[in-house]
């Protein structure tokens, strides 16, 4: 159809899900789970999805999470109802990495674990296409709602062991959310420039936009934040390659919070100075501000991470 | 293909820009032109248009209007490029009212006019739906860039006279505005609505999302927000029906900037309570609060409408 | 000193407390109390104060007071800790309305009291004047700690019975909310009013700051907000007057979170464009703005506000 | 009269101005005029003054000022009125250094000297002193606004050349801004470690405040904004160590935008948890803010810094 996307199109052989689930692979599958899905991956071959979200209920509370992975002889068999599992419209995503709950009576946080599902397994329907603010994003295989109805595989498909599927979880998403905000960065300064560009041409009131203080003040305060934004996740980057995810879990919380607000803040913006353009598919502004809006929720929302911040934030101040 | 819309789907026989058309065609139309458009529309038997935008231009300027209206004879002939031309991708739209310019020499608010141009002429050229964010509006006529190449219609086909088009588009003006602010608030009550329901009914970290007092807090302000915003409202229209569309001048404006920006208010945090369903066509909030950020710009940017205030404001206090 | 003050000089015979306890002791007090009391608190003899609040706990959960009111014979023995107690350094304020805890394991809203202590009692030991910011007030009578230390007075100077101290307060807060509100409309007019004349007559860079795009827009969005205020405040007083206080709580909150912090923006700005004056005692700025943002915690923080509009917003949606 | 004040007790011996003053007189002075003043300033003998805004014009376009510097034979005589000296109080202050046109028709920026002026010198007269929201901070000298009459000094007092007054103005504001926005970091700090001892002791509504979702989002928000601040400070020191003033302009605007409103953001929360003692003398807090707040007008308003950083970022643009 040719319609813009909120997914980024030059985003392509390094996207999420894939790059994800290459990383979670690598670090947690067995020889023959990376032979057999691993290795087509990397090679381009196939594409991947991951499935954790569920329509019914809040699942940035992992506990929340009600499909269920059952053990039945040599077989684990699932059943649950998945939403906004990105990709899987792309009938070249062969493989789902599905999170569900092997044991609900564990510990909080031992119940859930991950296992692998070839999208060809009876049992797997895909239901429909999500929208983000009317995009389908079809052209990057859309955001699929998918129901497993009594899914069956081999035992061997489970990645590492029963009540590992949270802490697979946490381990992809701090990586995870670094890239979204490196990519948010990037639509924020082409944000400012085509906000910049727009101003300087066009002409209202006899004079520039530019020249008006209420629009050197967008611009001023575009760069002010960009620039705090981008020191913020540079640190967190640093963190991440000297003391590790879990040594940069507060740094990767706050630019999960900082960053997509501040990107939507500097797209608002360049798209008011485009009129009905910056809202249409003539400029790369509306669908770049979709993606911003989604990732205030997306992989957590704003209000999860700020909890999580504000005990570590607390405990300082604690016997 | 029954995807939601950024047009609520239950504004049908009372839309714009048929409403406006309306009022424009009751108001400024001699009796023929009447007879031949405005009765056909009344009776619902056709549907109408209205170009005013340009993507050339910062058209929140009217004496930035490119398009001419050069009379030849007995006819007129337009020529010009316009987008955002609601409705006009239904071929049911039989009739477009088109603002050009007769005379850019004249004073700044006397170049305008306005001119009836059947959809069938020849030179009409419709180009492509323009979107707002992802949504392409298509169930109602979508949102149309047109070119006006060489378009020839009789000289009875201008509204009113020559250099009249500035005044006629003030006219409709003040009226859309309230009429979509009216639309605006009914969107946030809906929001307002669903975003208590929601919280209501969701568990995170062991308690309904209802007992957050960061919730509460949205649930509190929201109410605050909307009930401003609807005062401010009521008082508009009640001075509209006293004291006219000229003396509610200022509340026209003042409720062109305060409502759609609250309405986006509401409308962002009830999708946040939604999580991914609040931002896809599952409930109608993500598309509700596509048109209230269009409506920030469309009908001239909240900046024009706070300059013309700040004049107004300011002159209280000079010689 | 002549040093201004967060208290408007204008506010004189109808301040703060004495407004609230004139009325308390109207609708609350024996003959023989209002006689002894109010009488020549009506006829401007003395004055008068209000002790609620306690520097130990937080104030806005009546529940958390510690001030005791304890029966012994035929008198009653007041001890604790009040600050903010405002007009107290004022020789004249002959009279303390004093709230307590006559029965701390009574029903959550059973256990206060209030009771009559003139200043003069033994055991009355004023601390210190309390400051806004900087400001001592101390021209209207200052802001005073006072500890009541074994205070006796006649079992005759409790205000209606014990255990009603709660349902008191209550009564007296809302008129005193709309009143607070109501001059903060003043301040926020008042502010407006500087700022154009200011900006009428400053020049920077070539031109007059009115001419500045950012600055039009203050004074635009200074006039919606100031206008959304003013609405809210008139709905309320009008519901007060039809149907109640208790039918205009909601209401009485809404204004009482809008309101405070509309004036705080509209001045914050106005100060802006005065630069060094605008903080300064050469404008009534300054002191205005100390004034709106001490009510932003004053008589209940906004927070306990939005916690119970919320409950209530929510309660339309449940069983 | 131990009143608190809006500068920090402990910001002692190395206090603006006389930091500032120090670096303009080991940068520009002559050696018989560091002998006679940078020396005894050094040696914590005197104190020093810095006169530039005046109450008259917009300080913030030097191009205003008003205060007239004359030649007369051998001296140099100075008109005009200034205030805001900070300091000036403190008859210790034995020496200011006062801005003025020499020349009110060369270009703009080379019409302004600044001279030394003896406290002593007659035709100096100190007016009163400004406060800053209430606060007088007469501990540290106040700011004075002081007349300067027909004052006469030696031509030799002049520092530097006629016309190099705003090439010093300039080289003294860049480190003056990043010392203010160091400073300010510290009291965004303070205020949150008082924020969080306050709400894990505070209890309302039958739970510690702590524990409200609300006041967790404040704690987040402040680390997450003190942070970003932070290293957008870091990276203007390391700028100004490795590429100087003049490389960093652009970041040493952005901080004095940046810093001083997160800092009024962060003390706004901590003043609200702490209630009637967050504002009054009890705590630093509303001290604190007032400094925070006169800092988004005090050496230049936010406004005329975005102005510039805009005009920055356009050129990247333009031919």
């Known amino acids: 159809m040719g319609r813009s996307s909120a997914i980024a199109p030059e985003a392509c052989n390094c996207n999420p899900p894939d790059t994800g689930n290459m990383e979670t692979l690598h670090t947690f599958a067995t020889l023959e789970q990376k032979e057999r899905w691993l290795d087509p991956l990397l090679d381009g071959e196939i594409r991947s999805c991951f499935a954790m979200t569920e329509p019914a209920v809040a699942s940035s509370d992992a506990n929340n999470i009600q499909t269920s992975i059952t053990r039945d002889g ?16 792309n009938p070249q995503a062969e493989i789902f990495i599905v999170m569900g709950k092997t044991d609900p009576s564990a510990a909080r946080h031992r119940q859930q674990s991950m296992i692998l599902v070839p999208r060809d397994t009876p049992g797997v329907s895909i239901i ?8 389908d994003d079809h052209e990057h295989g859309g955001h699929a709602e998918i129901l497993f109805s009594d899914v069956r595989v081999p035992a061997a498909n489970l990645i590492a062991g ?34 910049c560009r727009r101003v300087a041409s066009r002409t209202a009131f006899g004079a520039p936009l530019a ?40 740094e990767i919380q706050a630019i999960k919070i ?48 700020k909890r999580s911040m504000a005990h570590r934030e607390l405990r300082k101040y604690r016997g």
Chains 1, 2, 3, 4 share one sequence.
Request: charged content about 20%; hydrophobic content about 45%.
């Open 74 to 89: 040599g077989d684990y068999v699932i059943n649950g109802r998945k939403w906004w599992i990105t990709g899987a419209l």
């Open 128 to 135: 429909r296409g999500m929208h983000i603010l009317g995009y």
């Open 211 to 250: 020249e008006q203080s209420v629009i050197q003040g967008w611009i001023a305060e575009s760069r002010v934040r960009i620039e705090s934004a981008r020191l913020l996740v540079l640190k967190t980057a640093w963190l991440m390659d000297t003391v590790g995810n879990k040594g940069a879990h507060t």
């Open 162 to 195: 029963e009540g590992d599927g949270f802490a697979i979880a946490q381990a992809r998403l701090g990586p995870g959310r670094i890239h979204h905000c490196m990519r948010l960065i990037g639509g924020a300064e082409r944000a400012l420039e085509l906000m």
């Open 258 to 305: 900082a960053v997509p607000r501040m990107t939507e803040w500097v797209i608002d913006k360049a798209i008011q100075v485009h009129g009905g353009g910056g809202i249409s598919q003539e400029f790369p502004l509306a669908a770049s501000w979709a993606a911003a809006r989604s990732l205030r929720f997306a992989d957590g929302p704003d209000e999860v991470h």
